[in-house]
């Protein structure tokens, strides 16, 4: 989590933000939708910009929206609350 939300270097953050989106599994996004519960206005932005960069990048990734899709039923509500944003994240990218 502390490379997700790393107050010092937003690279850090964005890199890895778009590393877990690009494994794409259901435990890659959770780990994404925690910080993104967690962040501040400016580390939810590069959050979202590491998502961002992982979908539309070259080869895109797997299905992040199924994998929010799985994340809203959890019984943690940070975690659905995260993967609520990341969901309109990529409706917004077009995914």
């Known amino acids: ?3 997700l939300l790393d107050v010092e270097d937003t690279a850090v953050t964005r890199q890895t933000a778009e590393a877990l989106a690009r494994v794409g599994t259901v435990d890659a996004i959770r780990l994404i939708a925690l910080a993104v519960a967690e962040a501040d206005d400016n580390q939810a932005d590069w959050l979202q910009t590491g998502v961002h ?4 990048g070259l080869g895109g990734v797997p299905d ?3 994998a929010c899709g799985k994340l809203a039923g959890d ?5 659905r609350r995260g993967a609520a ?3 309109a994240w ?3 990218t077009g995914c």
């Open 90 to 92: 990529a409706d917004d």
């Open 64 to 66: 992040v929206a199924a």
């Open 53 to 56: 960069d992982a979908i539309v």
């Open 75 to 79: 019984p943690e509500e940070a975690v």
């Open 1 to 3: 989590m502390g490379l």
């Open 85 to 87: 944003d990341i969901s």
